[in-house]
């Protein structure tokens, strides 16, 4: 019996619709984790200011792992995706095999760093004594449970390079169901269940990630067959991995800038009180979620533009980028008016602390206003990573994060307080989403040569 051919599903259809439909259906998945993160800010909010802010604190550390997840998953993707649109099944199957391997390797080596660097690493970006137990508490079982965080995203970006954005929504949303369940359970220590507080929470996030764990493996050996169990030889692996690093490496390090960016600026923001703290990483989560399908958009356009220019199809990219960009400015534009309008009642959703509500309203009024060229700048690194150009699209971010938005931050702390702060920010993602979008015409035109 032949094995499952992974076939190349986007070089073909209507552009539009393609793209529509695969960022519905990654949607639901990404404001799903999205929500999970919204989910643990509100029942950890209603323990109190400082579990609160213990667990803005966190946040930084959790994107950066977050981050070498993603640019392993992005770099496993875009190599995949091209060996689809090749119609190479032997070559997809190892590269997948070969990533999550890989994965695994880089976990062991964080969960032993992080757990050894938690009290020293947080004190440096600012937490008190008072904060620091329960950081503590909390990401000693976030740490164990990292392998359930990293080889899931690998995983589903290998299933998303097939074109198949459905069923890695349905596997974060299986996630976000468990956790949504057992956080107030184990949090409050409803019914037979302990009450754990923000323990509760982080045990609630490592059970719900190995759901994900679970299901994304079944999918990838049992119904894609993109998992090969046959004995490589280690040319083979260490091929695969140099594919893989070469665009996974620069992604994944751009994008650690960004969490190490937001740690920065939580350090400046902490010199305005820990209920700044607990604003600012609010704020933070909101963000996320206003910029949730323009990063469902961006996971789904990676391997569209992967599969069509692998089959040489270059106009069929040009269409999609033009439209995926007209696609960010109008969303956003939208969910600023929202955000703008609703930001009072949004900040008190998650405390009741006039300060902690006045910051996040205050972040809500000023930030969104450059959403929209922070979503070209998403959509604009993702076709640089799937045109083999990681470099120049960790240089963007790098522009964007440490030579624009952290010296601003400090100017703008220094002139106005928190607004100049926030204000930093705009426009450090307006800035870079005008150049973003220069970079990456340029280089397509060369591609097409």
Known sequence: MQ???????????????????MTIAMTLGMVGMVAFNLIDTFFVGKLGTDQLAALSFTFPVVLIVNSIALGLGFGASAVISRAIGVGDHHKVQRLTTDSLLLSIIIVIG???????TIAPLFKAMGATSKIIPYIKTYMEIWYIGMPFVVVPMVGNNAIRATGDAKTPSIIMLIAVCVNTILDPLLIFGIGPFPQ????????ATVISRFTTFSVALWVLI????????DIPRITEIINSWKQVLFIGVPIAGSRIIIPITIGIITRIVSSYGIKAVAGFGVASRIEFFSLAVVRALA???????GQNLGARKFDRVHTAIRISYRFSILWEIAILILLVSFRNTLAGFFNDDPQVISTIALYLLIVPISYSMQGIFLLSTTALNVMHKPLHAAGLTIIQMLILCIPLALLGSYLFGLTGIFAAIALSYIVSGFISRIVLFRFFNIEIK
């Open 110 to 116: 964080f969960v032993t760093l992080g757990l050894l």
């Open 196 to 203: 754990l507080g923000i323990q509760g929470a982080a045990i």
């Open 3 to 21: 094995p499952k051919r992974t076939t190349a599903k986007l070089i073909e259809g209507p552009i539009g619709n393609t793209l529509t439909k």
């Open 222 to 229: 049992k119904r894609e067959k993109m998992i090969s169990f």
């Open 299 to 305: 996971s789904v356009f990676g391997p569209f533009i």
